[in-house]
């Protein structure tokens, strides 16, 4: 059974970081692309970033390009974004996927959700 479980959320002040963790069991971790989508309320899902199986291949959104970066660790089958210089547009729920090719909105593993709240 897969479980994907992340951790991290929480508020913080504009200009503040702060660092989401997902955990992913159950699968051949070192084999799958991890990443990160976001949605604000009455917006759609977005990609914010996505790592390849070998850590060699990254993508960003522009929205955070240059503020966030993503890591993955396969012995602890978990990957991180860490975020910084936090605005108040990056309120949202964040959702961590697993897929065996790359973040895909239709990808099949997906964590509950996280909140990220950013006050001004």
């Known amino acids: 059974q897969v479980q994907v479980m992340e951790s991290g959320g929480g508020s913080v002040q504009a200009g503040g970081n702060l660092t989401l963790s997902c955990t992913t069991t159950?699968?051949?971790?070192?084999?799958?692309?991890v990443g990160w989508f976001r949605q604000a309320p009455g917006k759609e899902r977005e990609l914010i970033s996505c790592?390849?199986?070998?850590?060699?291949?990254?993508y960003y959104a522009d929205s955070v390009k240059g503020r966030f970066s993503i890591s993955r660790d396969n012995g602890k089958k978990t990957h991180y974004l860490q975020m910084n210089s936090l605005k108040p547009e990056d309120t949202a729920k964040y959702y961590c996927?697993?897929?065996?090719?790359?973040?895909?909105?239709?990808?099949?593993?997906w964590g509950q959700g996280t909140q990220v709240t950013v006050s001004s």
């Open positions: 790592i390849t199986w070998s850590g060699h291949g990254t």
């Open positions: 996927v697993a897929d065996r090719n790359w973040c895909y909105d239709t990808s099949q593993y």
């Open positions: 159950g699968l051949d971790f070192d084999y799958h692309a």
